[in-house]
């Protein structure tokens, strides 16, 4: 099983700073990760995909980087609606497993 | 638009089983495949399952293979979550949740159901 590491475990930033949220894979997993982002009472959200490919209607604030065993997820001036968690997923082999999540707040 | 609406959740006793249905609508759901992803209280999210598009091959996660069996009906546009022997640790919320163009990435998902597995 390949077991995703965010950091940090929470970051507190105010609003229309630049956020950086670190997801490590134990192993490679090419470019086949995902980021989600999840809001109170909410069902998670599909962000970025294949790394770096931003899902349709998310702001181009969002944005992702990485292969391999390393990704960042990025957003470039932080809105008061991105206070929220976000995990990275991975898709290269079964079973598919998710971070344990970065809490973003403010 | 894109609409999944899970239901059947509740509460159940260690070893009872239940049946979670996710009902889609606003894209052909014959042609995606679907998967089931679970987070327990104040916790991460788990992915549970997935089945292909006409139920011929599935998958599980290790801590429900035996015992959850996850199928779908096309023509009803339903999904769902069999749960059988179910344990105090299954206890969670339930999102169904399409998938992204045959990629095992998830969008868009349901509300979630929740499972309550106490005596």
């Given at each position: 099983e390949i077991v995703l590491t965010q950091s940090p475990a929470t970051l507190s930033l105010s609003p229309g700073e630049r956020a950086t949220l670190s997801c490590r894979a134990s192993q490679s997993v090419s470019w086949y990760l995902a980021w989600y982002q999840q809001k109170p009472a909410q069902a998670p959200r599909l962000l970025i995909?294949?790394?770096?490919n931003r899902a349709a209607g998310i702001p181009a604030r969002f944005s992702g980087s990485g292969s391999g065993t390393d990704f960042t997820l990025t957003i470039s001036s932080l809105e008061p609606e991105d206070f929220a968690v976000y995990y990275c997923q991975q898709r290269r082999s079964w079973p598919l497993t998710f971070g344990q999540g970065t809490r973003l707040e403010i | 638009e894109v609409h999944l609406v899970e239901s059947g959740g509740g509460l159940v006793q260690p070893g009872g089983s239940l049946r979670l249905s996710c009902a889609a609508s606003g894209f052909t759901f014959s042609s995606h495949w679907m998967h089931w992803v679970r987070q327990a209280p104040g916790k991460g999210l788990v992915w549970v399952s997935h089945i292909n598009t006409d139920g011929s091959s599935t998958n599980y996660a290790d801590s429900v293979k035996g015992r959850f069996t996850i199928s779908r009906d096309n023509a009803k546009n339903t999904l769902y979550l069999q749960m059988n022997s179910?344990?105090?640790?299954?206890t969670a919320v339930y999102y169904c949740a399409r998938d992204l163009k045959v990629t095992n990435?998830?969008?868009?998902?349901?509300?979630g159901t929740l499972v309550t597995v106490s005596s």
């Amino acid at each position: 099983e390949i077991v995703l590491t965010q950091s940090p475990a929470t970051l507190s930033l105010s609003p229309g700073e630049r956020a950086t949220l670190s997801c490590r894979a134990s192993q490679s997993v090419s470019w086949y990760l995902a980021w989600y982002q999840q809001k109170p009472a909410q069902a998670p959200r599909l962000l970025i995909y294949d790394a770096s490919n931003r899902a349709a209607g998310i702001p181009a604030r969002f944005s992702g980087s990485g292969s391999g065993t390393d990704f960042t997820l990025t957003i470039s001036s932080l809105e008061p609606e991105d206070f929220a968690v976000y995990y990275c997923q991975q898709r290269r082999s079964w079973p598919l497993t998710f971070g344990q999540g970065t809490r973003l707040e403010i | 638009e894109v609409h999944l609406v899970e239901s059947g959740g509740g509460l159940v006793q260690p070893g009872g089983s239940l049946r979670l249905s996710c009902a889609a609508s606003g894209f052909t759901f014959s042609s995606h495949w679907m998967h089931w992803v679970r987070q327990a209280p104040g916790k991460g999210l788990v992915w549970v399952s997935h089945i292909n598009t006409d139920g011929s091959s599935t998958n599980y996660a290790d801590s429900v293979k035996g015992r959850f069996t996850i199928s779908r009906d096309n023509a009803k546009n339903t999904l769902y979550l069999q749960m059988n022997s179910l344990r105090a640790e299954d206890t969670a919320v339930y999102y169904c949740a399409r998938d992204l163009k045959v990629t095992n990435w998830f969008d868009p998902w349901g509300q979630g159901t929740l499972v309550t597995v106490s005596s």
